[in-house]
C-alpha cells in the first residue's frame, strides 16, 4: 500500500537506499506474479486485510518508530523459522519512511539501557503501579 498509494518518502529511498526497486516488483507481484497484498497476507497471517490496509494508511501518514518486541525487547517475532523476513521488512519499511529523520527509527528503546524502577519525579508521593509498588515518600 505504501508503494501504490505513495505514502513513503520517495527522496529518501531514492538517496539513502540499495535495490529498492528489486523489492518493489517483489511486493507489485511483478517478480513471481503474486501481489503481496492485504488480501494475500491475511491467506498468509490470518490476520483481517482490513486491518493491515487500516495499519498501514496509519504508519505511511505519520512518524513511527518501530521496536522489536517481545521480553526486554529481544524480538520474540524473530525467533521462528522465517524470522530473519519478518526483521529485514522492518528495516525496508522504516527506509520508506527515512529512517533516521526526527521521529522515524527502530529499534528496542530499553535495550542496554540503565531502568531504575525505584525513580520517581520530585513531589510523587507515591507510585501507582496496579498493586505492585509500595507507598515511598520522596526523600
Excluded at 506474479?33 to 491475511?42: L, M, V
Excluded at 505519520?62 to 524470522?83: D, E, M, P
Excluded at 539501557?113 to 507510585?127: I, K, N
Aim: charged letters at 25%.
Amino acid at each position: 500500500m505504501w508503494i501504490t498509494e505513495g505514502l513513503y518518502d520517495k527522496d529518501y529511498v531514492a538517496k539513502r537506499t540499495v535495490g529498492f526497486e528489486k523489492w518493489k516488483d517483489y511486493i507489485l507481484g511483478k517478480e513471481d506474479g503474486i501481489p503481496k497484498t492485504p488480501e494475500w497476507q491475511e491467506g498468509e497471517s490470518g490476520i483481517p486485510a482490513k486491518d493491515v490496509r487500516a495499519l498501514a494508511r496509519d504508519w505511511g501518514t505519520k512518524r513511527t518508530h518501530l521496536a522489536a518486541g517481545g521480553i526486554i525487547g529481544f524480538g520474540s517475532a524473530c525467533r521462528c523459522a522465517t524470522g530473519n523476513e519478518w526483521a529485514r521488512s522492518m528495516v525496508c519499511l522504516m527506509a520508506m519512511q527515512g529512517m533516521g529523520k526526527p521521529g522515524v527509527n527502530m529499534g528496542g528503546m530499553q535495550q542496554g539501557t540503565p531502568v531504575d524502577h525505584h525513580f520517581f519525579f520530585q513531589g510523587m508521593r507515591r507510585a501507582v503501579c496496579q498493586g505492585t509498588c509500595r507507598e515511598r515518600p520522596w526523600p
